[in-house]
């Protein structure tokens, strides 16, 4: 009985135990939960006062491409606001302390020094939850410890990454369409501003912008071909084009602009989705004479200078004849072997003749016919020989037989080679049609000589620089936007004091690489002034775009680029891409897409982000948006008049000099 009953005192012993240690250890276990919730709760602040922290320095740092403190602090403070932690609305501190400015400097071994004095391009955003609206963070389970809150901080670096930036524009010839008369009906074209740009002293024989005296008779237009006296194309002076503020140079008796060229908004277009039109007519303008190969010409203008010119009626009637335009059978005063006077055939005459009738009617040359002396008798070396000299076989220009002829005032193209090109199909001539999507000529401008079709000739067939060097300095468009607008990019980043790095690459029928990368201290401006004295076409025509981005990867990828730099492309265009390969040849608008389409892989693969600018109404738009998209930048299109794209080609470089990449540091 004893023992039985001490076992069971000893049960109850063993029972009080045990129940004492699980109560120390529930004490042990609401602790370890107190701290696990609340240390939960720490960690998810933790991670969200980052995170706002970290949105709030790249926002604040993006704010500092235009190097103003003052924004980029609200930007911090917005961004902070916006981004709750655990429910509770955080803030920066009033007195800026919790945004600090830096001068991120690259070192040689990759990383970056932050240095407090220079322009800013890095920013340090610290966020509190002391500094939110209802205090420090509250604790839960471990305010049983007496720990009720708890302050917690984040900070994040943000800095403006220095750019490597090829610029790659497009050089093809069709960056002085919009100047031609090609487009006469689509929008207003400059084609006098680029004639007023070139130097009067190109204007060959002297024809400058001086005025001759009064013609004795009184020409039909207002400010057409002026009288120039005798004696042949004078080298004494041009009447001045009076209806406009400057002008350029005058050749041989196309001596006057003529008629302004005028876009009417409101005039019915050429094609349903064209809301406006020229309402210029060819046929009607003063300063240009109609002649046309195997017609005779009636222009009055011509009659009155070939008059005042001395020519006499004899020689007018056969430099006005089309009628032996196209014979090439012509007997020329000869001697046989016995050293007698006779007619020879010459067959290379008649190759010349319309050629030379059209250089005298334009006053580009004068004529020595010999059909007449001094004193109007006919000329001695005629006489006794066979056939009559005044039959209209034998009498012809000769071109052996023109005198005081106007030099041609450039390298490439010719006298011959503009007046042929007026007689047939040209870009300028040619109206809308299914066939000809891009041209908006006018027909009636075919067989009319002037100073605006000789303009358009130099733009279409003589673009490049070693043929027309002059076309250089002229404000041909789209180039002369474009050249604008790059000069714009330049500046915004100089003024930026940045690390960027700009190069230049063109491409036309090949991709040429122009300037080496280089900083502020290097001159950017190279880049400027070198693509500002190219033009339009200036090495070749077509449009290689795919060897342009070649060159910018190269550049992109060479020595000169730095590992820690962004890489960024901007491609330009105004056209198609028609080159299939790097060096191949023009006209391939099947293949070239497919090359710059691969070319721009590659680029994306390396890691260059590429930014698509296309400008002007037949851009491939289509092939700009896809490449933008490889690269994984954007794609810009400025269109409408050269007074609307030039403005936005303006905002849209000034923004891509702005656009500099932020990334977190630290």
């Not at 042949?232 to 005058?250: A, C, E, I, L, Q």
């Not at 009626?313 to 046989?336: C, K, M, P």
Request: glycine fraction near 10%; aromatic fraction near 8%.
């Amino acid at each position: 009985m004893s023992r039985k009953n001490q076992l069971r005192v000893g049960g109850y012993r063993r029972r009080a135990v045990v129940a004492v240690q699980v109560a120390t250890m529930c004490v042990a276990i609401i602790a370890f939960a107190a701290l696990s919730v609340d240390v939960s709760v720490m960690y998810n602040a933790k991670g969200e006062l980052q995170r706002t922290a970290d949105s709030a320095a790249m926002a604040a740092a993006s704010r500092l491409a235009t190097d103003n403190k003052t924004e980029a602090r609200n930007a911090a403070r917005e961004y902070t606001e916006a981004n709750d932690v655990l429910g509770l609305s955080v803030t920066l501190a009033e007195d800026g302390g919790d945004v600090q400015f830096y001068r991120a400097v690259l070192t040689g071994s990759g990383s970056y020094e932050f240095h407090t004095d220079g322009a800013a391009n890095a920013v340090k955003v610290t966020v509190r939850t002391a500094s939110s609206q209802e205090g420090a963070l509250p604790l839960y389970f471990a305010a049983v410890f007496g720990r009720h809150s708890t302050n917690l901080a984040a900070s994040a670096t943000a800095m403006l990454i220095p750019r490597d930036i090829a610029i790659v524009a497009d050089l093809s010839a069709s960056h002085n369409d919009d100047s031609e008369l090609r487009h006469l009906h689509l929008a207003q074209t400059n084609l006098f501003d680029v004639w007023a740009a070139i130097p009067p002293g190109a204007g060959k024989g002297g024809i400058l912008n001086g005025a001759d005296p009064p013609p004795p008779g009184e020409p039909t237009g207002a400010d057409d071909q002026p009288g120039t006296g005798s004696g042949g194309p004078s080298t004494d002076g041009g009447d001045p084009y009076v209806g406009g503020s400057g002008s350029g140079p005058r050749w041989g008796w196309m001596t006057g602009w003529g008629e302004e060229i005028v876009f009417d908004e409101n005039a019915t277009g050429p094609i349903p989705d064209v809301d406006g039109a020229s309402v210029y007519d060819p046929s009607s303008d003063d300063g240009l004479a109609y002649i046309r190969k195997g017609y005779d010409t009636t222009d009055p203008d011509i009659i009155q200078n070939l008059i005042e010119a001395g020519y006499t009626a004899q020689e007018r009637a056969v430099i006005l004849s089309g009628a032996n335009d196209s014979t090439f059978e012509w007997y020329v005063a000869g001697q046989d072997e016995a050293g007698s006077d006779i007619w020879k055939k010459d067959y290379s005459v008649g190759k010349t003749h319309w050629r030379s009738r059209a250089k005298v009617m334009l006053g580009l040359a004068g004529w020595e016919s010999g059909m007449v002396d001094e004193y109007g008798n006919p000329d001695a070396k005629y006489s006794g020989m066979p056939g009559d000299p005044g039959d209209s076989r034998y009498v012809l220009l000769d071109a052996y037989e023109l005198a005081q002829t106007v030099a041609y005032p450039f390298a490439g193209g010719s006298w011959d080679n503009y007046i042929d090109y007026m007689q047939s199909n040209s870009a300028m001539t040619r109206e809308w049609s299914a066939s000809y999507p891009d041209r908006f000529g006018d027909s009636g401008l075919k067989r009319r000589y002037g100073i605006k079709t000789f303009m358009n000739y130099m733009l279409e067939k003589q673009p490049r620089h070693a043929e027309t060097d002059l076309l250089a300095n002229t404000p041909h468009q789209p180039m002369q936007s474009v050249k604008d607008a790059v000069g714009h990019l330049v500046d915004t980043v100089h003024e930026l004091d940045s690390e960027d790095q700009l190069s230049l690459e063109i491409y036309d029928t090949r991709g040429r690489h122009k300037v080496d990368l280089r900083d502020r201290d290097g001159d950017y401006y190279e880049v400027s002034s070198v693509l500002s004295a190219m033009q339009a076409g200036h090495h070749e025509v077509w449009t290689n775009m795919g060897a342009g981005i070649l060159r910018a990867r190269e550049e992109l990828s060479s020595v000169r680029a730095r590992p820690s730099a962004r890489k960024v492309m901007i491609l330009l265009t105004d056209g198609y891409a028609n080159v299939s390969s790097e060096y191949g040849n023009g006209g391939d608008y099947s293949g070239g897409p497919v090359y710059a389409r691969n070319e721009a892989a590659l680029a994306a693969g390396e890691g260059i982000q590429i930014y698509a600018v296309s400008v002007g109404a037949f851009a491939d738009t289509d092939l700009m948006d896809e490449i933008a998209e490889t690269g994984g930048g954007e794609h810009f299109h400025a269109d409408g008049s050269i007074e609307e794209y030039s403005s936005d080609l303006d905002e849209i470089f000034r923004h891509l000099g702005g656009a500099r990449p932020v990334a977190l540091v630290e």
